[in-house]
């Protein structure tokens, strides 16, 4: 029983002894709450800063992506490609996305030779007759920050451009400034200026997105030098038709353009869109192309068609369309050269359409074609006086030609 006693007694002493050390352990790995609160509070107004900056910039780039996408969606218009125009709507589009900028020009650079594009703030008119040499302007392969940037190269220019530059050139404090570069050539220069007593400085945001900016307008750069090389090429061919036309048909020379210069001003005195505008033009131009396929015995007849050899000259509207129909880019102006010896009292050629039914542009076309025959000489006929030719024109509104297309028509100051 004893042995039992002293048992217990050890026993307890142990458990008491047991509890105490892991009393005092859990006393020592517990931080005191006031440490703890201040060093969890200041973790979280820490991170919430963070998020806040974070959010103020997300929310500057979205705007940023946002202003951009507007931009290239506006520049890629087709009635812009390709216009003066376009690099002034970049340009004005670019400031936008650096707010403390008030003024900057974009420059072409072609080898050595250094023309400005578009400017903001300059005196476009001055600079861009001129072309100057690039190394008046300097290297600038990184976004350079450059201060009194006018100034200084006022000051190093040869004389005869001082007074151009002092006259033309803001007076800038500051400048952001890149070369546009690609494939490793350098095409462009883009400059952005805080003129004098405006903004200090460029934002951080501004300096960490320039070099971006500048690689957007060096791609949009190379977009419009090719389409505008395009554009020229298929002019080319296009005149190229019309040449050998002109040359088969001697009584055709200088009509075709007669025709599309004269439809485009009635189109404009309509207010058409650009774009149609352009399809006139063109349409005008190779309104007659199908005529290739008549034998040039018929094409050149002094004198009066038989009846079947009208029959063929009759088919040039189609031929012409057959023609230029196997090309994507030319099927609007295929159609409307298709329709333009259609009548408005629907007694016209090929498909007898007759009323609003025939195109507007091919109602143009037939318009101004007939008068331009009418006062030119022909095969068959010596040219009537423009006044003639207008009377005539009158008479024929609302049998062969639309009646407001005549009206216009009779309205344009001279012919
Ligand atoms: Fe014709």
Redesign the pocket.
């Known amino acids: 029983m004893k042995n039992v006693l002293i048992a217990a007694i050890v026993l307890s002493a142990l458990l008491n002894g047991a509890l105490f050390v892991l009393l005092i352990r859990s006393k020592r790995n517990t931080p005191n709450p006031t440490v703890k609160e201040e060093f969890f509070t200041s973790r979280i107004v820490a991170l919430e800063n963070e998020i806040a900056g974070l959010r103020v910039d997300n929310e500057c780039v979205t705007d940023q992506l946002k202003s951009l996408s507007t931009l290239i969606t506006q520049v890629s218009k087709d009635d812009l490609v390709g216009k003066d125009t376009f690099f002034n709507e970049i340009l004005r589009g670019l400031l936008t996305l650096f707010p403390e900028a008030d003024s900057g020009y974009i420059a072409k650079i072609d080898r050595n030779d250094w023309s400005f594009v578009a400017c903001r703030g300059y005196d476009f008119e001055r600079l861009k007759p001129f072309r100057y040499r690039r190394e008046f302007f300097g290297l600038f392969p990184v976004p350079t920050e450059l201060d009194n940037a006018s100034d200084a190269l006022i000051e190093r220019v040869p004389p005869y451009m001082k007074e151009i530059f002092s006259e033309a050139f803001p007076q800038v404090s500051r400048s952001l400034t890149m070369d546009l570069e690609v494939g490793g050539q350098v095409i462009g220069n883009f400059c952005i200026d805080i003129r004098k007593g405006n903004a200090v400085s460029f934002s951080e945001r501004t300096l960490r997105g320039f070099r971006d900016y500048c690689q957007i307008l060096a791609s949009l750069m190379t977009v419009q030098k090719y389409i505008v090389m395009q554009g020229r090429f298929q002019k080319d061919i296009v005149y190229s038709m019309v040449k050998i036309l002109e040359i088969y048909d001697s009584y055709t020379k200088g009509h075709s353009e007669h025709v599309a210069m004269l439809a485009e001003q009635i189109g404009k005195t309509l207010g058409l869109p650009v774009s149609d505008l352009q399809t006139l033009y063109w349409a005008g131009l190779v309104?007659?192309i199908?005529?290739i396929l008549v034998p040039t015995s018929i094409l050149n007849k002094p004198g009066k068609l038989t009846l079947d050899e009208y029959e063929m000259v009759k088919k040039?509207?189609v031929w012409g369309y057959q023609v230029l129909n196997t090309s994507e880019e030319l099927q609007e102006i295929a159609f409307i050269i298709k329709h333009?010896?259609e009548r408005w009292d629907g007694n016209g050629y090929p498909d007898r359409l007759s009323g609003v039914d025939i195109p507007l542009l091919s109602r143009i076309l037939a318009l101004v074609?007939t008068y331009d025959s009418m006062t030119s000489d022909r095969a068959y006929r010596t040219s009537l006086s423009p006044e003639d030719a207008k009377h005539i024109i009158a008479r024929l509104s609302g049998n062969q030609f639309d009646p407001s297309l005549v009206e216009t028509f009779l309205s344009l100051p001279s012919q």
């Open positions: 309104h007659d199908g005529k040039h509207p333009h010896h074609d």
